[in-house]
Structure formats: C-alpha cells, structure tokens
C-alpha cells in the first residue's frame, strides 16, 4: 500500500521543496521505492534539484500527450523516480488557457503509485491554494504543513489545518528556518497547543543550505550535518502513524 505524503505551505520560501527532496532521498537510500511528482507547475524546481533530463512532464500527461508513468524520471538513488512539472512556458500557458480535467491528477497518482510499485508517494505543492495544491492535498494519507514560525505563515496554517480538517487527512507540523536560539520546546509546545497537530520537526536555518544555491540535494551535499539528522527526525515521525493526528 502506498503512503502519500505531500508537502504544503500557505506561503512561498518556507523550504517545502528543498525538504521534501531531501526526505525522498533518505527515504529511498534507505529501501524503500519512492516516487515525487513536482505539482507545482507554476514555480517548478524539483527538475532543477534532482537534476532531471529533458522529458515528458505533469504538464504534458494533463494535457493527454503521455502517460504519467512515462513522465517519471530515475534520479538520485535507486528505487527514486521523480515526475518533473513542467518543461518550458509552453505547457503552462496551455494549462492556463484550456484548463484539464483535475481529475487527472489523483488518476496519475494512483497509476504511478502502482506502476512502480511505490512504498511512498510524495508531492511537491504550489503555496497557498490553487486546483493542483488543493487536489494533491485531498489525495494525502498525511500533509506536512510548513511554516516559518512568524505571525503571516502561522495566520496561513490555521486556513491549512482547516482545509485539511474537511479533507479528513492526517496532518503534521514543520516549523522551517527556525533562527539560531529558538526555543525549540515552547515552540513545539506552542504550536501544538495552538493548531492541534503534532510538530514532525523544527529546522533551522542553515547558511549551508542556504550557499548550496539548490545546486545540490542538502542530505547528498552534506550528509553528516545536524540538519539532514532533522531530516531524519521527520521521517520517524511519519513512520509512526499514531504521532500524526487525524484532522
Ligand atoms: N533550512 C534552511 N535554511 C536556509 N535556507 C533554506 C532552508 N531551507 C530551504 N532554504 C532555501 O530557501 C529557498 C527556498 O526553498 P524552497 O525552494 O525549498 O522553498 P519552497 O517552499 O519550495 O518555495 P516555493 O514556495 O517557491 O515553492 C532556497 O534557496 C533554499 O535553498
Ligand atoms: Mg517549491
């Protein structure tokens, strides 16, 4: 069976996609298959950070041209395929002037999920709510809700923890870039007092990943610094299903 995670923010910048690279690397070098499909089809960058090849995309299955099984990209490790969103403006404008069926993505999830037999499913979002950020949350066993830990992206997860409450899916908390000197356990305590779900992680802000200008994949780069431990922390803590609410 597969676990669909999927990675959100209301606003832009809080790291979801820089995260969510770095947990699906972990997570296939440790076994398990893994596939990541880039939903953010206005602002891609997972084909950047997984250095994908040219090739099919999100865009051209929801536009009928391929199969999203033929989207999908080995990278990394073995046991990794990575569907990238778009390649070039093309597409999007095309999406944008036609629309799809939406109901094209839950359809490609389940297909790629069983295609390649994955263990995980992990989406990148688009922040805030749009067709493709909304449909991949409805498709989620879990949403990973990140947010810096100031007062506009905070306002954001309270809209988010509400949106997923009417999905019925489990959610967690991700506080990113957290500054040096943070009160780590007030602000676990905090938040999860506040919104209701627990905190999978607090990461901090790191220069390090900050200079690698996502050239590179952090966990790749760096992998015996305190942050991809974080990273590690996270997964644990969606592996034990009971730690991650229902909404
Ligand atoms: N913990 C961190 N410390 C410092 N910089 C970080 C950290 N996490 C991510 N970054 C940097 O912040 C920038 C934004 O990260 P990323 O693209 O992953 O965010 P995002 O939420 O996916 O953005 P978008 O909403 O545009 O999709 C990148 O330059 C990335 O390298
Ligand atoms: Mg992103």
Known sequence: MTRTIVVHSH?????KSSV??????LIAAGGRRVGVV???IQSPTLDLLFRLGPGPSLADYLLGRCEIEAAAQPAGVPGLYVVPARTGTAALRELMS?????????EGFDRLAEHYALDVLLLDTHAGLNNESVTAMASADVLVI???ADRIDLSGVEETIAL??????RRTLVLSMAPAGIDRDAARRRSEEVYGAPVAGILPYSPEMASLHGERIFAEAHPDHPLVGEFRTIISALDARDEVSRA
């Open 38 to 40: 880039d939903t953010d």
């Open 146 to 148: 990140m947010a810096r």
């Open 11 to 15: 606003r832009g910048g809080t790291g």
């Open 164 to 169: 997923a409450g009417r999905l019925a899916c």
């Open 20 to 25: 969510l690279a770095n947990l699906a690397l």
């Open 98 to 106: 036609g629309g799809y069926d939406v109901g094209l993505l839950p």
